[in-house]
């Protein structure tokens, strides 16, 4: 499957206890909430000449302006979200492990920021083995990864969320048309194991039980 795309221009665990994502404002269910591992993902992100960055989650234009026009990425939309919805929709989610290990045209060690969102919370087992595998081999030396875990099994069908960047310590959290999922928690151990040769630079558990992790390639 061919990649959207669009070309624009160590610490072991550390766990900082968080509050409850805080609203900085809300229009509707579109609340805006606060981020502590974005700013730290945008550091190292930034500090490559020329930084390529793949995006996991959907097209959302103010986050493709974000990080074509401000920061000068050459980025990949890279839409894990859509794969699910389709997969989901056509009861054929144990193809994803096979979909993943195809899906990325991008050389070994060639890009240097990963945003994973909320993704691997979706994913059975085996699909989550297969990804996290080309995570690994396409990050270089120095590149950094950020995904959100929850900590706590959700039994109810839960729908997909866009992330769009708002600034860089906020994103709007709005719902994805999809028909969503049922989201598996992962332990910090399950993390730290199927990222093997990534260091996890920086942990933040916020009160709302979801985990975000930066984990970075030496």
Same mark, same amino acid.
């Given at each position: %499957?061919?990649s959207?795309?669009?070309?624009? *221009?160590?610490? $072991?665990? =550390?766990?900082?206890?968080?509050?409850?994502?805080? /609203?900085?404002?809300? @229009?509707?269910?579109?609340?805006v909430? #606060? /981020? !502590?591992?974005?700013?730290?993902?945008?550091?190292a992100?930034?500090?490559?000449? /020329?930084?390529?960055?793949?995006?996991?989650?959907?097209?959302? *234009?103010?986050n493709?302006?974000?990080?074509? =026009?401000?920061?000068?990425? !050459?980025?990949?939309?890279?839409?894990?979200? @859509?794969?699910?919805d389709?997969?989901?929709?056509? &009861?054929?989610? +144990?193809?994803?492990? &096979?979909?993943?290990?195809?899906?990325? $045209?991008?050389?070994?060690?060639?890009?240097?920021?990963?945003?994973c969102?909320?993704?691997? +919370?979706?994913? +059975?087992?085996? @699909?989550?083995?297969?990804?996290?595998?080309?995570?690994?081999? %396409?990050?270089r030396? #120095? #590149?950094?990864?950020?995904?959100?875990?929850?900590?706590?099994a !959700?039994?109810?069908?839960?729908?997909?969320?866009?992330? =769009?960047?708002?600034?860089?310590?906020?994103? $709007?959290?709005?719902?994805?048309?999809?028909? #969503?999922?049922?989201?598996?928690?992962?332990?910090?151990?399950?993390?730290?194991?199927?990222? =093997?040769?990534?260091?996890? /630079?920086?942990?933040?558990?916020?009160? @709302?039980?979801?985990?975000? %992790?930066?984990?970075?390639?030496?």
């Amino acid at each position: %499957m061919l990649s959207d795309i669009l070309k624009w *221009g160590g610490k $072991r665990l =550390e766990q900082t206890q968080a509050g409850t994502p805080r /609203s900085v404002s809300a @229009s509707g269910d579109e609340p805006v909430v #606060g /981020s !502590k591992a974005f700013p730290k993902f945008l550091t190292a992100l930034t500090s490559q000449p /020329s930084p390529v960055l793949l995006d996991f989650g959907p097209v959302i *234009g103010t986050n493709v302006e974000f990080f074509g =026009e401000r920061l000068g990425c !050459k980025l990949f939309i890279e839409d894990i979200v @859509s794969d699910l919805d389709r997969h989901t929709r056509a &009861g054929t989610l +144990d193809a994803l492990p &096979g979909v993943f290990d195809t899906r990325f $045209r991008h050389a070994d060690a060639s890009v240097d920021g990963i945003l994973c969102w909320d993704v691997f +919370d979706f994913l +059975d087992k085996a @699909s989550t083995q297969v990804l996290a595998r080309q995570v690994i081999r %396409m990050l270089r030396p #120095g #590149g950094a990864v950020m995904g959100l875990f929850c900590t706590q099994a !959700k039994t109810e069908h839960l729908p997909f969320t866009k992330y =769009e960047i708002v600034d860089d310590n906020n994103f $709007r959290h709005r719902q994805h048309p999809g028909v #969503g999922g049922v989201k598996r928690a992962l332990q910090n151990r399950d993390i730290i194991r199927m990222f =093997e040769g990534l260091v996890v /630079s920086d942990s933040f558990l916020l009160k @709302s039980n979801i985990r975000e %992790m930066l984990l970075r390639r030496r």
